[in-house]
Each structure stands twice: as structure tokens, then as C-alpha cells.
């Protein structure tokens, strides 16, 4: 059975120095990964609190610092990130209240900590945990999202809290469910392709349009990966219930798609008779076009994070009770523009792509196809969702995109896949080796 699989994969029977580090990098790896849909508040802190205890370890000598050429630009992009950041506070008026948006450049720095943890775990062993995990938790979330749907809100939210947020995580660690689609295990078949469906039913569910326009994408990049699979025989039954799926899926989206246009065609028709009130079309739009003024007046170092609303607001010059209470300006580059000018354009197309420069630069293998394949669904989503609403400054998805990146990074373009029971049955194999590795460091510690 998977759940006694799963246990023993994670909790390698025995303890040792290795072992207990190999140990907590699959537990971080397998409840993080749970975490998106159904509590993202909790995908930061697991963050933070892995990168404080990293920092600790490596202070205390328990791992070495080992990152390669690849590890090293990666962690360069994000870093160029959050010293952009930092300089657009600095030399920007009211420093005072960009305290807030440097507390939130930590998590981008624990690449230098949490990565080299990571690598002292056995190559392959790791990823399993994140496909599957990530499907269990999308099954989740669709739970979530119908009571939500019933009882509370007309657009389901999940555990983000924000439907935009939820629509993006959805979309995204459902298509890395599939992932999974070509395993030898039944269960986790089943577990990629119910996670798969509950990701889409959630996307729909959330109303967040823009999730929806990530979806034929994504359609695109795991067809891409799975052709290269060798997949399973695919019986009657399993025709008739993935029919039935299909129909569900349909017949949901149906539903939210009719309801969701039929709201953008109230805002055009509004936004046509009544050009001064302001809805959510009409909002983006002056946000959008306040921010490009901003920026063209400013397009070296912007105006700072501290100051992006009151700039826009006042570039808008609507009446007090009409100002925009947004935090941001429902675009990720032109927030980036805003804040840090040209800088904070440049550190941004630097974020998204650290993931793609990470999966391109290991050597051919299924380890890589496998890393491609979630660098892709991780960009494609941040990029289509980021020009309609919120890409980075939101605690969770700037600790999703760290987490992937971070998982990116570690996985061996050789390594072949590896189901969640085959990784079980390597736990007495990888006990031993890691074993060894105490008794080697026993060895250094005598000489």
C-alpha cells in the first residue's frame, strides 16, 4: 500500500548524521509541496524556518557548502533580486516603510543555505515526494473549494486566502501532478491524475481567468514530456472514468467561464457608458496606464516599493474616496518598473529565468527532461498570471517559485525516475550509504 510506502520512504528507518538531514529534506520536500492550495501562508514559513535551520547546520559544520557553476548563477539571479530591492528602498523617500518589503527578501536568500542541504541527500530520491505530494494536496483543495463554493464565497480561495493566488497554484502544482502519470505504482497514477483534475476544477472554481489561459500551455508541455514516457496500457475502465472526468471538467468550466465573461461583459459595457466609474476592468486599466507614466518619468531606479501606490494614485489624481487601494498594479513587470525602474525589470526577468537556466544547463538525461518540464509550468504560470494580478511580493507565491526553483536546481540530469515504492524499496540501500557517510565523517572527526 502507498501509505506504508510513503512512510517508509520518508523515514528511513535508523538514525545517523546523513541520515537525519536526508530524513528532514523528504519531509520538507513532501509537506511543502502540500501546502499551496491548502494553507499557503504555511509554503513561507516552511520556507524560512528550512533556510534559519540550514544556516544553523552549516555553521555547525553538519553539511558542506557544495553548489556548482549552475547552483551559483541561479542564486546570483535571485539575489540580484533582492539587492535591486533593497537599493529602490535605500535611496527612495520613506525608507521607513520598506521594512516590510525587505523582511520579504529573506526567503530569496536561502538558496545559499537550503541548496547545499539538499545536496547531501541521495540523488533522485527527493522529487517523488514533490509530484505526489502535490497531487495529494490538490485532491485537497478541491475538498476546500466546495465548501467554500457552498457555504462562503462565489470564487474558491482554498487555503491562499486570495482566489488569483489560489487559480495560480492550482493550475500549477496540478499539471505537476501529472508528472506522475507514468509511474509504475498504480496509486500514484491514480494520485497524478485525480490531482491533475482537481487542479483544473479549482482553477475554474477560483474564476481567476488568467489561470485558465496557462492551462492550453501546460496542456502543450506535458504532452511534450509524457510522449517521452513510457505509459501505461490504458484499459476500458480507465477510458470510461477518464470520459467521465473530461465531462465533469467541462460541465464545471462551463459554468465559471459563462459566469466569469459575462462579468468582463458588464465591465466593457460599463466601461463604455459610464467611463468614470471604476470596476475591475476599468481599474486595471488606470493602473496600468498610471504605472507606464510612472515609469517613463522614472525609468532608471523608479520611485521605490515604499512609495509605488501613492505614485500611481497620484499620477491618477482621482478624489480621495475614489483612490486605488491596491497594493499593487496587477502587472508584474510594470509593479517591477515602478518600484526599481529598468533595475526592477531587469531583476525580474532575472527571477523567471533562474528556472530555466537551472533545468538547461544539466546534462541530457531523464533527471533534465523531468527538470525542463517543471521549470516550464513554473514560468509559463508566473508569466501568464503576473500580467493580470500579483507575480512576486506576495509571501506565498514568492515561496513557491524559491521551493521549485531550489528542486530545480537539485535534481541530476542523469538521475532516472523514480516512483514513491521503488524509493521505498531503495531505504534499506540508501541507509547504508548514508551509513557510510557518518562513519567517514566519524573518521575526519578522529584525524
Known amino acids: 500500500m502507498l501509505p506504508d510506502q510513503l512512510a517508509k520512504a520518508i523515514m528511513l528507518p535508523t538514525r545517523g548524521h546523513f541520515i ?72 527612495h523617500p ?39 505530494a502535490a497531487g495529494i494536496g490538490m485532491i485537497g483543495s478541491l475538498i476546500f473549494s466546495i465548501g ?27 499539471s505537476i501532478s501529472l508528472l506522475n502519470a507514468h509511474s509504475d505504482s498504480r496509486t500514484e497514477r491514480f494520485i497524478a491524475i485525480a490531482g491533475f483534475a482537481c487542479g483544473l476544477v479549482c482553477a475554474f472554481l477560483s474564476g481567476t481567468r488568467s489561470a485558465w489561459l496557462v492551462m492550453p500551455l501546460h496542456f502543450a508541455i506535458l504532452y511534450w514530456y509524457l510522449r517521452g514516457q513510457t505509459l501505461p496500457t490504458i484499459t476500458n475502465v480507465v477510458k470510461v472514468v477518464g470520459a467521465v472526468i473530461i465531462v465533469g471538467i467541462i460541465a464545471i468550466a462551463a459554468t465559471k467561464v459563462t459566469e466569469r465573461y459575462h462579468a468582463l461583459e458588464s465591465d466593457i459595457v460599463q466601461l463604455d457608458r459610464q467611463p468614470d466609474s471604476i470596476n475591475s476592468l476599468n481599474a486595471r486599466l488606470m493602473l496600468w496606464s498610471a504605472a507606464k507614466r510612472a515609469f517613463l518619468a522614472s525609468p532608471l531606479i523608479g520611485y521605490g516599493p515604499q512609495n509605488r501606490m501613492s505614485r500611481v494614485n497620484e499620477i491618477l489624481n482621482l478624489p480621495p474616496d475614489k483612490q486605488m487601494t491596491f497594493t499593487h498594479v496587477h502587472n508584474g513587470l510594470l509593479n517591477a518598473a515602478v518600484d526599481g525602474g529598468i533595475l526592477g525589470v531587469l531583476a525580474v526577468l532575472g527571477l523567471l529565468a533562474a528556472p530555466i537556466i537551472a533545468a538547461s544547463k544539466k546534462k541530457p538525461g531523464p533527471g533534465r527532461d523531468l527538470a525542463i518540464a517543471i521549470s516550464l509550468l513554473l514560468v509559463s504560470s508566473y508569466v501568464i498570471t503576473g500580467m493580470l494580478g500579483i507575480m512576486f511580493g506576495h509571501d506565498a507565491t514568492d515561496a513557491v517559485f524559491i521551493y521549485l526553483t531550489l528542486m530545480i536546481c537539485w535534481i541530476d540530469g542523469t538521475s532516472p525516475y523514480l516512483s514513491i515504492p521503488q524509493v521505498a524499496a531503495h531505504a534499506e540501500a540508501d541507509k547504508l550509504a548514508l551509513s557510510e557517510l557518518d562513519q567517514k565523517l566519524a573518521m575526519a572527526k578522529i584525524d
Open 20 to 91: 537525519g538531514i536526508d530524513r528532514n529534506n523528504r519531509l520538507f520536500t513532501f509537506v511543502f509541496a502540500l501546502f499551496p492550495g491548502l494553507l499557503a501562508s504555511g509554503t513561507s514559513v516552511t520556507l524560512v524556518c528550512a533556510f534559519l535551520w540550514a544556516i544553523i547546520s552549516l555553521v555547525a559544520k553538519r553539511f558542506r557548502f557544495e553548489m556548482n557553476r549552475t547552483d551559483r548563477i541561479v542564486a546570483w539571479c535571485l539575489t540580484f533580486y533582492v539587492l535591486v530591492t533593497l537599493f529602490s528602498v535605500v535611496v
Open 94 to 132: 520613506n525608507p521607513a516603510k520598506g521594512g516590510t518589503f525587505i523582511l520579504k527578501m529573506i526567503p530569496f536568500l536561502a538558496i545559499w543555505a537550503v541548496l547545499p542541504r539538499l545536496r547531501a541527500s541521495i540523488s533522485g530520491r527527493l522529487i517523488p515526494f514533490l509530484i505526489t
Open 148 to 174: 467554500q463554493i457552498a457555504f462562503l464565497s462565489p470564487r474558491a480561495e482554498g487555503g491562499a486566502g486570495n482566489a488569483a493566488v489560489f487559480g495560480l497554484f492550482t493550475v500549477l502544482f496540478g
